[in-house]
């Protein structure tokens, strides 16, 4: 089909599979009607201008499994000033689409045979056993048009839409001149509308769209925490339900024979799952210090671990107060020490000066498991838990900001 337009002298051609009633020229946004002898009259002209459009009048893309080219663009306005661009696609079965675009958002919506009674703005519909919230109701107008439509314009007239959403889906209902027709909407990514009309530009997208998806389920998510959880506690129960806490080494040593010599202990078998060495050491320091090198030797495999402590201990009265530091006393860990079969050995030592302090005294100890790690990875499940929580509320409540049925109003 060729129509010409007599206010620009254009002629726009285009292949469509239905009567055309309307015709609005692309370039200048003459609108025709069609008459009773099949001609097309100047009717009027949309005075408001219009930015360029995502798509034009011809454009075909794959969506759906089939190729749709696009036979009309409607752009939308409802009080005060808030627009949208419809795009009416048309496929070789004669079957419909409709793209609707707003602030970069992409919506994809089919018309729906089932219909609602929503004259009384219940706040719920129902469809497929699932509940769609009211998100508004409004009054629309037509501001402007491109290309070809099966129907006749409405000029100064109001389109009664109101919506339902379930994101990522939506039920739209729109009533004209006592006629309600819904439209099953979806949110669509636009990488697949650049995708499916072979575009390099796309509008850029701000804010949140009314029925844009989440990146995460918080329901999906709390359940994949949960069920983490539970095998992570009961994992950590079976690996360490027989082990108890062993004491492998438990001796005072005396300087006398030992100062800077190494001792040998007894070997000894750890058996289960890994656990943190205690080693404990204490000596009677007094404004001196003394060291204890540790070496746990693996007798299976020859890995050794080495550890070394000071111990330290000064005291004295400056200025008119007394004043103190360190310890006779010190403690310290070889973590993460597996099961096999292993022995020590040990080196004391003190100040060569320090003739008063005789012995040391160490005890080391194979700890039953600590749970530490368990709770800190569940502290840490719940933490990105309430800050994706947090950031979901946030997103919600910018989306219902423009909604006169909001949950989220301060």
Known sequence: MKIPCYECNTETELEVGFKVINFVCPICHTLYLCDKEGSFRRKSQFKETIENQSLAIGDVGFLKGSEYKVTGILIKKVHPDYRWTEFILQN????FLYLSLSQGHWMLLTEMEETFNVKSHPLTVEHNDLEYNIYDYSNTVIVNAEGFFDFELPQKTIITVVEYIRPPYMISIESMNKVNTAFYGEYIKRSVIRKAFKKTFMPHQFGVNV???EGINLRDLAVIFCFTALLIIATNWYIYKDQFEQNVFSKTIRFSEFDNKEI????FVLKGGSAPMTIKVSTDVNNSWANLNVALINEDTSDEIYASKDIEFYHGYE???????GSESEEFNICGVKEGKYHLLLTPMKAPEDTSNNEMRI????????????WLVIIGMIAIYLIIRYFSYKFE??????????RYND
């Open 319 to 325: 200025d008119g107060e007394s004043w103190r530091e």
């Open 211 to 213: 029925i844009q998806p």
């Open 92 to 95: 070789d079965k004669n079957e």
């Open 363 to 374: 005890n080391v100890v194979w700890n039953e498991p600590s749970s530490r790690n368990v």
């Open 397 to 406: 409540k910018e989306r219902w900001a423009d909604s006169s049925y909001s």
């Open 264 to 267: 040998t202990s007894d070997p």
